[in-house]
């Protein structure tokens, strides 16, 4: 897995959408470590722009967001047409079948129950990449 993920790690830009600091801290570390570029956002405002402005590779966004509904922001993404080149993986501590069915239907390619580990995360992010370069589902 190592191997793969150092292929994908030159061209991949990541934006993680999460209001827990220190889970998005974790997150990065995680990512970081395979040498991806990240982006890390908080609030609405700064939200709007970058999806307007930047297309990262892949989001990873939780489901509650303050000001903001995850499932929502997918949703104006998709809208939009911002979804067109990049892939969602919605993050949340409510694994419940209707969340991970909305998040599907919103847009979102994956979903992440909290906590997770590394190799969970690692494992979703390189699955969603290898399938956008390989010609897998786009939304």
Not at 5 to 25: F, G, M, Q, S, Y
Not at 33 to 54: H, N, P, R
Request: charged letters at 25%; proline letters at 3%.
């Amino acid at each position: 897995m190592v191997k793969t993920i150092n292929k994908l790690k030159t061209i991949d830009r990541i934006c993680i959408v999460e209001p827990d600091a220190l889970l998005a801290d974790y997150m990065s570390l995680i990512l970081e470590e395979f040498g991806f570029k990240l982006d890390i956002l908080y609030e609405k405002s700064e939200i709007k722009k970058y999806v307007a402005t930047k297309i990262p590779r892949l989001y990873l966004i939780d489901v509650f967001l303050p000001e903001w509904n995850g499932l929502e922001l997918i949703s104006f993404m998709k809208d939009e047409g911002f979804l067109d080149k990049t892939r969602v993986i919605m993050v949340s501590s409510f694994g419940y079948q209707e969340v991970v069915q909305q998040a599907i239907l919103s847009g979102a390619s994956d979903f992440i129950l909290k906590p997770f580990d590394k190799i969970t995360l690692l494992t979703k992010v390189k699955t969603q990449l290898m399938e956008r370069y390989h010609g897998g589902n786009q939304h």
